[in-house]
């Protein structure tokens, strides 16, 4: 079991940046692929970031490369989503998850931080 907590949402003015945290319990995190994902109001939720177990595999969401930055500390059991530039596009509720598949599903899920963007 994986226990997910985001931190770090907030309401920034476009083109401000934010720095999004997500902590995992469980002495297991470092085998776990973990993915950022965001669901803004009458949309679905769609993926943002995901990383692999050791950093070195990331993969984003086209309409955030270039902008946004994912990255992981498995000794604090931490994953991190920079967000920089940001549009009211942005504006969601961003979602941490753990993966113990590769990415194909997503088994943990956590709370979820907002993220507004003002124009």
């Known amino acids: 079991q994986v226990q997910l907590v985001e931190s770090g949402g907030g309401l920034v003015q476009a083109g401000g940046s934010l720095r999004l945290s997500c902590a995992a319990s469980?002495?297991?995190?470092?085998?776990?692929?973990m993915g950022w994902f965001r669901q803004a109001p009458g949309k679905e939720r769609e993926s943002v970031a995901h990383?692999?177990?050791?950093?070195?595999?990331?993969v984003y969401a086209d309409s955030v490369k270039g902008r946004f930055t994912i990255s992981r500390d498995n000794a604090k059991n931490t994953v991190y989503l920079e967000l920089d530039s940001l549009t009211p596009e942005d504006t969601a509720v961003y979602y941490c998850?753990?993966?113990?598949?590769?990415?194909?599903?997503?088994?943990?899920w956590g709370q979820g931080t907002q993220v507004t963007v003002s124009s």
């Open positions: 998850s753990a993966s113990t598949d590769g990415g194909t599903s997503w088994s943990y």
């Open positions: 990383i692999n177990w050791s950093g070195g595999n990331i």
């Open positions: 469980g002495h297991t995190f470092r085998i776990y692929d």
